[in-house]
Nanobody, 118 residues
Framework: QVQLVESGGGLVQAGGSLRLSCAAS????????MGWFRQAPGKERDFVAA????????YHVDSVKGRFTISRDNAKNTVYLQMNSLKPEDTAVYYCAAAMYGNNWNYWGQGTQVTVSS
């Protein structure tokens, strides 16, 4: 079992930055591939970025590439999403998730709201 708690969301102007954190419980954090997802009002939840258990491999969707960076600190059981050059279309609830195998995202946090004003 993994419990995930996100933090760091808030209201920011377009062009600004935020860093989201996701703290995980348990002693096997490094075994999990971690991901960030987002859900805008009235839309489906979309994948944003993922990072391997060791942190050596990352993936970002095209819409955030060059602006967002996923990272992790296994000593702190925490995964981060650094978001720069934010746009109004980045407004959403952001969720972190954990997968033991592939894209089987079995564990989810409660989400944190990010609002970008124009």
């Amino acid at each position: 079992q993994v419990q995930l708690v996100e933090s760091g969301g808030g209201l920011v102007q377009a062009g600004g930055s935020l860093r989201l954190s996701c703290a995980a419980s348990g002693r096997t954090f490094s075994r999990y591939r971690m991901g960030w997802f987002r859900q805008a009002p009235g839309k489906e939840r979309d994948f944003v970025a993922a990072i391997s258990g060791s942190g050596g491999s990352t993936y970002h969707v095209d819409s955030v590439k060059g602006r967002f960076t996923i990272s992790r600190d296994n000593a702190k059981n925490t995964v981060y999403l650094q978001m720069n050059s934010l746009k109004p279309e980045d407004t959403a609830v952001y969720y972190c998730a954990a997968a033991m195998y592939g894209n089987n995202w079995n564990y989810w946090g409660q989400g944190t709201q990010v609002t970008v004003s124009s």
